[in-house]
T-cell receptor, first 112, second 113 residues
Framework: DGGITQSPKYLFRKEGQNVTLSCEQNLNHDAMYWYRQDPGQGLRLIYYSQIVNDFQKGDIAEGYSVSREKKESFPLTVTSAQKNPTAFYLC???????????FGPGTRLLVL | GENVEQHPSTLSVQEGDSAVIKCTYSDSASNYFPWYKQELGKRPQLIIDIRSNVGEKKDQRIAVTLNKTAKHFSLHITETQPEDSAVYFCAATRPEYGNKLVFGAGTILRVKS
């Protein structure tokens, strides 16, 4: 899991602002994932990508967008359309065809 | 799609006792079941996993059992220690889902010393 990094650790969003969360991995993993975690709840899938230049919506994609221009990077943008963005955001990766996912340290997003 | 239910939501045990957390899944085709441990404010970390062709797997004080017929799997922690206190998540997936994990809601385990 040390090969997955997320930045920043804390992020503050103002009303109507788009913010982008970074996720980078040097594990040569093909698949990458974004999850949202709310207090006392499990992890919910926002978006995932199995190969470069391709990604699919997860269970709660509304108000979020992603890109996958490089294998190592899978940034998540929280748009102004996401009305309740306060949460802990976790990025994960796995090798293609492998089920085990390894998580980054997370970004805590707070609304000002 | 897959649905995973996890029980109990909180569990308190005395140090040295055993702890058991149970999960049920809905999709009989699911074939991979990991367990993650998450300490406060930290990332989830894989502690053990099991595939559907195996009924039980053990790693020191931690074991996982799988009952495919009943569609449930359980995490067993023996000789609990204070450092076992954390939130534990179960999950399930199958290849047709692109290896998307479906997580249970989590169990808060408190080990009292």
């Amino acid at each position: 899991d040390g090969g997955i990094t997320q930045s920043p650790k804390y992020l503050f969003r103002k009303e109507g602002q788009n913010v982008t969360l970074s996720c980078e991995q040097n594990l040569n993993h093909d698949a990458m994932y974004w999850y949202r975690q709310d207090p006392g709840q499990g992890l919910r899938l926002i978006y995932y990508s199995q190969i470069v230049n391709d990604f699919q919506k997860g269970d709660i994609a509304e108000g979020y967008s992603v890109s996958r221009e490089k294998k190592e990077s899978f940034p998540l943008t929280v748009t102004s359309a996401q009305k309740n963005p306060t949460a802990f955001y976790l990025c994960a990766s796995s090798p293609l065809g492998g089920e085990t996912q390894y998580f980054g340290p997370g970004t805590r997003l707070l609304v000002l | 799609g897959e649905n995973v239910e996890q029980h109990p939501s909180t569990l308190s045990v005395q140090e040295g006792d055993s702890a058991v957390i149970k999960c049920t899944y809905s999709d009989s085709a699911s074939n991979y079941f990991p367990w993650y441990k998450q300490e406060l404010g930290k990332r989830p970390q894989l502690i053990i996993d099991i595939r559907s062709n195996v009924g039980e797997k053990k790693d020191q004080r931690i074991a996982v059992t799988l009952n495919k017929t009943a569609k449930h799997f359980s995490l067993h922690i023996t000789e609990t220690q204070p450092e076992d206190s954390a939130v534990y998540f179960c999950a399930a997936t199958r290849p047709e889902y692109g290896n998307k994990l479906v997580f249970g809601a989590g169990t808060i385990l408190r080990v009292k010393s």
